[in-house]
């Protein structure tokens, strides 16, 4: 059983809908907010280990932080847990790279985030230069921790099957009654001006050290409705262009071989790397082409 379940992200590709569906059960537990990033803090990982410890409930301590996959502390902070002897499982989500372009772009814009304020093409660059690209993922495979790679579409799609081989991963039983619709959706911004009063407040309460009070906000479906509409239909969906898809393409292609060639395949979707495994392909990771915008 692990200590530490640690979701690596990135964001859009499903960290929501797992969040959902792993904080519904009883061998799990989760602190006030979905990002705690406790790999950036040993001493409140065993503060928040005891209190689980001392209570008797052997929960897993989970954390989904969504910009760990591009956090240079990620490497140092895991193995440093390791050192005191936590056992840690990684999970790292993939998405159609297109996909998730797509859906960060509508994502940005209903935040009405700067890049999405200075235009389209700002903001499809952002959006290209923020993928997922072979050397981050590759960095977390180097990380000496079981990694459990989970498609996005097995997430979704193979939700039951997905989260069976999860438990019985984590040694935890089976638990019927997690959330299986989707979460989380693209939406658009009711309001310009007010999706960005709503995201500086939103930047102030986290500064002030109200991440729990936030997490409640961003959690209230009235609040949500008051900021957002759903997309009436695709042709509100932003387009790529063809350089963009090329990047975005290559870094699908080199991600698919990482996780390939260091995991052992479950079943579609789904692949694990455990501690000893054969890892040359990691090694040779340096040596793969870098696409950039």
Known sequence: MYDYLLVVGPGRS????????????????????????YYRSPRAFRRARKRL????RGQILCDVANLAYADARLPRGVEALRKEGFRILLVALLRDHRARAISMMQFRRSRAEPSALLGARR???????????????????????????????????????????????????KFDRTPRQAVNRAVRARSLWLSAFGRWCGVALRR??????????????????????????????????????????????????????????????????????????????????????
């Open 53 to 56: 410890d001392g209570q008797g």
């Open 123 to 173: 903001l499809e660059t952002a959006v290209v230069r923020d993928r997922l690209t072979a050397e981050r993922l590759a960095d977390i495979f180097k990380i000496d921790a079981d990694v459990l790679t989970l498609s996005f579409s097995a997430l979704t799609e193979d939700t039951g099957a997905v989260m069976d081989f999860l438990f019985s991963l984590c040694g935890a039983p």
């Open 208 to 293: 002030l050290g109200l991440r729990r009070l936030l997490q409640r906000i961003k959690e209230n479906k009235t609040v949500d409705r008051a900021f957002f509409v759903p997309l009436a239909d695709d042709a509100e969906k932003p387009r790529l262009s063809e350089e963009s898809l090329e990047i975005l393409d290559a870094s699908a292609v080199e991600c698919r071989r990482i996780v390939e060639n260091t995991s052992r395949r479950v079943s579609e979707g789904i692949y694990l790397r455990k501690i000893g495994q054969p890892d040359e392909a990691i090694s040779d990771c340096r040596a793969l082409p870098r696409a950039t915008p």
């Open 14 to 37: 499903g960290s929501e809908f797992l969040y959902r569906l792993l904080r519904g059960h009883p061998s799990f537990a989760f602190p006030e907010i979905k990002e705690r990033y």
